[in-house]
């Protein structure tokens, strides 16, 4: 849009230099057609639109311009799944603040219940992302056989590190001391890895910012992990952290959705001018503090005040996601 008073200006100064000098008088029609056939030749050029508002729209009617809004895309509902029945599961984050700079890594092992067996957070001091990472996954699978714990499901949501240990070669040289210890405890050990969507991966990842401050600990009791961490860690035991991926069909009222389809029969809705179904749970995770009741808690809409083992959650919303 911000192109369009330059080539307005452009042609004007065209359509006068053109008077002046040549003798050729344009009409007004002519140089509005023209100026339509630039905006139109720059539009299709554009391979998507990501900021648009009604004006916009306004504007690129009256010339008869079409835009290529962008594609709708699927929609992904994701969520921490527990193991199956027998099997645990290891989930794993490496940060480092800076790359490089001060690292962490840290880890939550859980059952098939979702129950807390053990929780880590380590400190690297200073070195890259993938190094962090790679240390993160060699300190939990070195506390699960020190505590005696086998048959592991990892998860890791720096798919390079699962590209690695699949392949079983790691391509950086600086790291392949790590490498060796990793090789070495994964002889003999019942284990599977995957990559895992780090939006998922609340509890690794901030037990790996608690391990960048600088912080070294072992957890053997769910009791013993700050709040916010504990916080994270009941939501995915009760199947309540869901993210739902952003929906990317444009829209600048509910009327320009009524074409988008939504699962369960629900009304999709426009939300900062893109078409969404409605959240299943609607949470704001800056809201985990401790709590003794509902009173204790301080949602912005207070009858989304819930107070679940001393967690403060917000929770509004209807049933069903898609």
């Given at each position: 849009?911000?192109?369009i008073?330059?080539?307005v200006?452009?042609r004007?100064?065209?359509?006068r230099?053109a008077t002046?000098?040549e003798g050729?008088l344009?009409?007004i029609?002519?140089?509005?057609?023209?100026?339509k056939?630039?905006?139109?030749?720059?539009?299709n050029s554009l391979?998507?639109?990501?900021h648009w508002?009604?004006?916009d729209?306004?504007v690129?009617?009256?010339?008869?311009?079409q835009?290529?809004?962008r594609?709708q895309k699927?929609?992904q509902v994701?969520?921490?799944?527990k193991?199956?029945?027998g099997r645990l599961k290891?989930n794993l984050?490496?940060?480092?603040?800076?790359n490089?700079?001060p690292?962490?890594?840290?880890?939550?092992?859980r059952?098939?219940?979702?129950?807390?067996?053990?929780?880590?957070?380590?400190?690297?001091?200073?070195?890259?992302?993938?190094?962090?990472?790679?240390r993160?996954?060699?300190e939990g699978i070195?506390?699960?056989k020190?505590?005696?714990?086998d048959?592991?499901?990892?998860?890791?949501?720096?798919d390079?590190?699962v590209?690695?240990?699949r392949?079983?070669i790691?391509?950086?040289?600086y790291?392949?001391?790590?490498?060796d210890?990793?090789?070495?405890?994964l002889?003999?050990?019942?284990f599977?890895i995957?990559?895992f969507y780090?939006?998922?991966?609340?509890?690794?990842?901030a037990?790996?910012?608690?391990?960048a401050s600088?912080?070294?600990?072992v957890?053997?009791?769910?009791s013993?992990?700050p709040g916010?961490?504990?916080g994270?860690?009941?939501l995915?035991?009760l199947?309540?952290l869901?993210?739902?991926?952003?929906?990317s069909?444009s829209c600048?009222n509910?009327?320009?959705c009524?074409?988008y389809?939504?699962?369960?029969g629900?009304?999709p809705h426009?939300i900062?001018r893109q078409c969404?179904c409605?959240?299943?749970?609607?949470?704001?995770?800056?809201?985990?503090?401790e709590?003794?009741?509902?009173?204790?808690?301080?949602?912005?809409?207070?009858t989304c005040?819930k107070?679940?083992d001393?967690v403060c959650l917000?929770?509004?919303?209807?049933p069903g996601g898609?």
């Amino acid at each position: 849009m911000g192109l369009i008073p330059c080539l307005v200006i452009w042609r004007l100064w065209r359509r006068r230099c053109a008077t002046r000098l040549e003798g050729k008088l344009e009409s007004i029609s002519d140089v509005w057609l023209s100026i339509k056939h630039w905006v139109q030749i720059l539009s299709n050029s554009l391979t998507e639109v990501r900021h648009w508002n009604y004006s916009d729209d306004c504007v690129m009617r009256n010339m008869e311009v079409q835009i290529l809004l962008r594609k709708q895309k699927k929609i992904q509902v994701l969520r921490w799944l527990k193991p199956a029945p027998g099997r645990l599961k290891l989930n794993l984050d490496g940060s480092s603040l800076g790359n490089p700079g001060p690292a962490g890594g840290g880890g939550v092992l859980r059952d098939s219940s979702g129950n807390f067996i053990f929780g880590f957070s380590k400190f690297f001091g200073s070195c890259s992302n993938n190094e962090a990472e790679l240390r993160a996954v060699v300190e939990g699978i070195f506390i699960c056989k020190h505590l005696g714990h086998d048959g592991i499901d990892i998860e890791c949501d720096y798919d390079i590190v699962v590209s690695w240990i699949r392949s079983r070669i790691c391509n950086l040289w600086y790291l392949w001391d790590f490498w060796d210890q990793l090789i070495d405890l994964l002889k003999g050990f019942d284990f599977s890895i995957h990559h895992f969507y780090r939006e998922c991966n609340k509890v690794a990842d901030a037990l790996t910012r608690y391990g960048a401050s600088g912080r070294n600990n072992v957890f053997s009791s769910s009791s013993q992990l700050p709040g916010v961490i504990k916080g994270f860690l009941h939501l995915d035991k009760l199947d309540l952290l869901v993210v739902e991926a952003q929906v990317s069909v444009s829209c600048h009222n509910n009327e320009g959705c009524k074409e988008y389809k939504c699962k369960q029969g629900r009304t999709p809705h426009c939300i900062e001018r893109q078409c969404s179904c409605n959240v299943q749970t609607i949470l704001d995770i800056d809201a985990l503090e401790e709590c003794y009741s509902e009173l204790d808690c301080k949602c912005p809409l207070p009858t989304c005040n819930k107070c679940i083992d001393h967690v403060c959650l917000c929770i509004c919303g209807g049933p069903g996601g898609d």
